[in-house]
């Protein structure tokens, strides 16, 4: 006759998982969900906050209407500027010659517009900016506007 091994037993299927992947995990309290769901209102809270003041400060768009070269040292951009009438942008304006190498630079400032000035109720401004140019100059455009802080 054979003995059976002692150790050789089967455990029961529940306390050897138990004993290799850990115990069943306990359910979340009712003091644990509801800190979790205040603090995802909260979450919520502060991105629409976060949204809301973001789209106040309206962007800042411009258009190139076209330029003119005045001579091999001079070039004349014309375009448009939009955005809120109160604020103030700035816009570097660049000139090129014909191997796109840029010949001429300007940073402008474009104030607050009346609201009765201009299109949109004074939201666009046609603007024209006289360049220096190192040689002649083939194009000129908007490189990029942006809004100044008005604590600045």
Do not use: H
């Amino acid at each position: 006759m054979t003995s059976e091994d002692p150790s050789a037993t089967a455990l029961p299927a529940t306390t050897s998982l138990a004993n290799r992947y850990g115990g069943q995990k306990r359910a979340l309290g009712g003091k644990t969900k509801r800190n979790i769901v205040i603090a995802a209102l909260v979450l919520a809270m502060a991105f629409m906050a976060w949204i809301a003041t973001s789209s106040a400060q309206a962007p800042v768009t411009f258009k190139d209407i076209g330029y003119s070269t005045v001579d091999e040292t001079q070039a004349e951009v014309d375009y448009q500027v939009t955005k809120y009438p109160g604020s103030t942008a700035k816009c570097a304006i660049k000139a090129m010659d014909s191997k796109f190498a840029v010949v001429g630079w300007k940073v402008v400032e474009i104030g607050p517009n009346d609201p009765k000035a201009g299109a949109d109720g004074g939201s666009t401004t046609a603007q024209r900016t006289v360049l220096q140019t190192e040689s002649a100059a083939v194009s000129g455009v908007v490189d990029s506007c942006w809004i100044v802080d008005s604590g600045k």
